[in-house]
């Protein structure tokens, strides 16, 4: 941790004595009758973004702010002050002969940081500031702790993260992120609804931790005595929905895998399948590519969007490219020639690829792909035909059965998501479990495992079906020009602090 965060998180001597001042504050508040707790309400009737944004309407009107005050400055028998709503901040006046004398006294003791309401009129200061010149000025709530030293401006990224509230309250750009992540799942939830899709939601705790390749979170249900996993996808309780006649379904939910952190990467993280009935994994990249344009319109202004260093353009045709042939492009490799698990360990020996003894020809293909291709795709490109043996629930390509029909798409160098022409043979999926038991009972703790309810929904009969999930974190960084995972997390996975350091 930070010297600035130690020193922030954990109060000092000036803190504990500003702390103790502040409650003595509230004592003389609730000795006099006045404690602002007892206070339920406070009616708002405009935010201060609006009253500055539209001032020709407001000047003059009578309006009800509230927020937290976070400037204050007393002149004799006049002060100003900043108060901040979840729309911005706006200065208001407060003289002593407008809201009285008793309640300018008050005044003059609030502190930085307390939350107040402002009722009064709107004019523009002889420096040309909009203001709201006060006629009632209200203590809603004392706060006893006093902000950072660097509020103006919170820049450790420790106490950011794991005070959040602090980074709301000081940072405006942080708040901006996060409305706009609200508005990319809005129209994320209006674009689906425009193709007829319905949100569903479903387990959280399950049996078998399957859909994905990855380490589940272990835990106990102790009224039933059984073991439960934490759900790493939301893969396989839908494709029982589509089974049961739903055809078109989506859901948007947290999943847990038990993995690193990273900036990409937290082990609790918003993940959106959706699954279409009687489409294939064609039908997924037309609709992946009409939803990342229409959110780029819609949320950012444009189809040209800003990351980092790069330009994207969301509007252009996506690019599609073959595994196979994204490593013959970047790596100079042609997998198309390597027809055996020896040959194609061979060939990573030669270019340095690390693999393990119980790797094949398809997961040597992958870590090919992932060592020399991943990072050069930064405009956007659909990966296609993945190797059947990673791709355990997904249909086979009748051309060539060695590959499935799936693909990813990349952005910026990143996976956004991952779809599949999905696999309805129930004869074919049972053993495709069977090789991911083989490969968990090898000490894979990423491996699938066989789902004998899911098994017998397909032997119901599952139709023809186009499948996608989409890394909503991961979209949300990329629409808001956030550098990691936790500037679009409102609470981050952190590691929890020691007694000293608390």
Same mark, same amino acid.
Request: aromatic content about 10%; overall charge negative.
């Given at each position: ?322 595994? %196979? &042939?994204?490593?013959?492009?970047? +790596?100079?490799? !042609? ?5 055996? *698990? =020896? #040959? /194609? ?81 129930? %004869? &074919?999926?049972?053993?495709?479990? +069977?090789?991911? !038991? ?5 000490? *894979? =703790? #990423? /491996? ?55």
């Amino acid at each position: 941790m930070s010297e600035e965060a130690k020193n922030n998180q954990k109060p000092g001597k000036d803190t504990n004595e500003q702390i103790e001042i502040r409650k003595g504050k509230l004592a003389d508040l609730q000795a006099a009758g006045k404690d602002p707790y007892r206070i339920t309400k406070f009616d708002v009737s405009d935010h201060s973004t609006d009253i500055k944004e539209h001032f020709e309407d407001y000047d003059g009107k009578t309006v009800s702010i509230a927020g937290r005050m976070m400037f204050k400055r007393v002149m004799g028998k006049a002060s100003f002050c900043n108060v901040n709503d979840r729309r911005g901040s706006i200065q208001c006046y407060v003289a002593r002969d407008e809201i009285g004398e008793e309640s300018y006294a008050d005044f003059k003791k609030m502190d930085v940081g307390d939350i107040v309401g402002v009722k009064g009129y709107v004019f523009k200061t002889k420096t040309g500031e909009i203001s709201v010149h006060a006629a009632e000025f209200t203590l809603l709530s004392k706060s006893l702790r006093p902000l950072p030293e660097k509020f103006h401006g919170l820049t450790d990224t420790e106490i950011r993260y794991r005070r959040r509230y602090l980074d709301l309250m000081t940072n405006p750009e942080v708040r901006e992120t996060f409305e706009k992540r609200s508005e990319i799942l809005r129209e994320i939830r209006n674009f689906l609804a425009g193709r007829d899709f319905m949100e569903v939601e479903t387990p959280m705790l399950v049996e078998n931790a399957g859909g994905a390749a990855a380490r589940p979170f272990v835990t106990h249900y102790n009224a039933l005595d059984e073991e439960r996993k934490l759900r790493i996808s939301l893969e396989l309780y839908l494709k029982r929905l589509i089974v049961g006649g739903m055809e078109r379904v989506f859901e948007i939910g947290r999943v847990f895998r038990n993995e690193g952190v990273d900036t990409k990467h937290n082990p609790e993280f918003t993940l959106m399948e959706l699954y279409q009935a009687y489409t294939d994994y064609n039908g997924m990249m037309e609709l992946t590519e009409s939803m990342f344009k229409y959110l780029a319109e819609k949320v950012c202004g444009s189809d040209v969007i800003t990351y980092g260093d790069h330009e994207i353009d969301l509007g252009k045709p996506f690019r599609k490219l073959t595994m %196979i &042939d994204a490593i013959k492009e970047y +790596a100079g490799v !042609d997998f198309n020639t390597i027809e055996t *698990d =020896e #040959e /194609a360990k061979a060939i990573a020996k030669e270019k340095g690829v690390e693999f393990e003894d119980r790797h094949k020809r398809g997961d040597i293909i992958n870590l090919f792909f992932d060592a020399f291709c991943e990072e050069k795709m930064i405009q956007p490109t659909f990966i296609m035909d993945h190797p059947i043996e990673i791709s355990p629930l997904t249909k086979k390509k009748p051309s060539d059965p060695r590959y499935v029909e799936r693909f990813e798409l990349y952005i910026n160098g990143w996976e956004m998501c991952n779809a599949y022409s999905e696999l309805n043979d129930p %004869i &074919d999926q049972r053993e495709r479990f +069977a090789e991911q !038991d083989k490969l968990a009972a090898a000490g *894979d =703790e #990423e /491996a699938n495992h066989t789902d004998e309810d899911f098994l017998m929904a397909l032997e119901y009969g599952m139709p023809p079906t186009g499948g996608i999930g989409y890394g909503i974190d991961r979209l949300c960084m990329l629409l808001t020009n956030a550098p990691s995972i936790r500037d679009v997390l409102l609470f981050p996975t952190l590691k929890s602090l020691s007694k000293e350091d608390q």
